[in-house]
């Protein structure tokens, strides 16, 4: 079941530079998208969500983007800082606010001095 | 802050063993859930639960498995009969149920290895 697809398990990112982080999804009914960050030996953290009827939702540093035709959103993270170090997940959802999230595999992000 | 909580971080058990992996959930939350990441893959759904009972579960949820909210603020997963494979990572996760961002606060995690 690869219903949302993380494609590049790792990125690497030099500080101060735009990350770029892609997800892709197969079911059409996915309305609510979301990222998590993931720090080892912690749970994953909300970062941010959009909802299909935007394309673009920013909060700070971070951007997220869905082309909802092409079934993909992606995370921009600019400039990018070595906090910034973690495993992100994408996450999609039926509704805003619905139970059951599905995740993408996650895409190892290291920010490197 | 107010956070989710979970115990044990880690439990080691031998196989057929039962296990109950603990969550004290955020006080004002309605929501609670249960996923699971098996080492390397990815973070599945489980169960949800509300109004004291399975709102939705997945199909990985099946008999060996049980939920409960015991008393007003511990939030139970219970494994009845242990087996190789469900040795992995379980997070527990509330939410207030409303629609401000769909977001889930998770816990730490209880890693679960099955010998």
């Known amino acids: 079941d690869q219903q949302v697809k993380q494609n590049s398990p790792s990125l690497s990112v030099q500080e101060g530079r735009i990350s770029i982080l892609n997800c892709d999804y197969t079911?059409?009914?996915?309305?609510?998208f979301l990222w998590y960050k993931k720090y080892p030996a912690e749970g994953p953290t909300f970062l941010i969500s959009?909802?299909?009827?935007?394309d673009k939702n920013e909060d700070g540093r971070f951007t997220v983007f869905l082309n909802k035709s092409a079934k993909h959103l992606s995370l921009h993270i600019v400039p990018s800082q070595p906090g910034d170090s973690a495993v992100y997940f994408c996450?999609?959802?039926?509704?805003?606010?619905?139970?059951?999230?599905?995740f993408g595999q996650g895409t190892r992000l290291t920010i490197n001095p | 802050e107010p956070e989710v909580t979970q115990t044990p971080s880690h439990q080691v058990t031998q196989m057929g063993q039962e296990v109950i992996l603990r969550c004290v959930p955020i006080?004002?939350?309605?929501?609670f859930y249960w996923y699971r990441q098996i080492l390397g893959q990815k973070v599945e759904f489980l169960v949800s639960f509300y109004n004291n009972e399975i709102s939705e579960k997945s199909e990985i949820f099946d008999d060996q498995f049980s939920v409960e909210r015991p008393d007003g603020s511990n939030f139970t997963l219970k494994i009845r009969s242990t087996k190789l494979e469900d040795s992995a990572m379980y997070f527990c996760?509330?939410?207030?149920?409303?629609?401000?961002?769909?977001?889930?606060?998770f816990g730490e995690g209880s890693r679960l290895t099955v010998l």
């Open positions: 079911n059409s009914m996915f309305d609510y």
């Open positions: 996760a509330s939410s207030d149920g409303t629609e401000n961002t769909g977001e889930l606060f």
């Open positions: 006080s004002n939350h309605l929501y």
């Open positions: 959009i909802s299909s009827i935007k």
């Open positions: 996450a999609a959802s039926y509704f805003q606010g619905a139970q059951k999230l599905v």
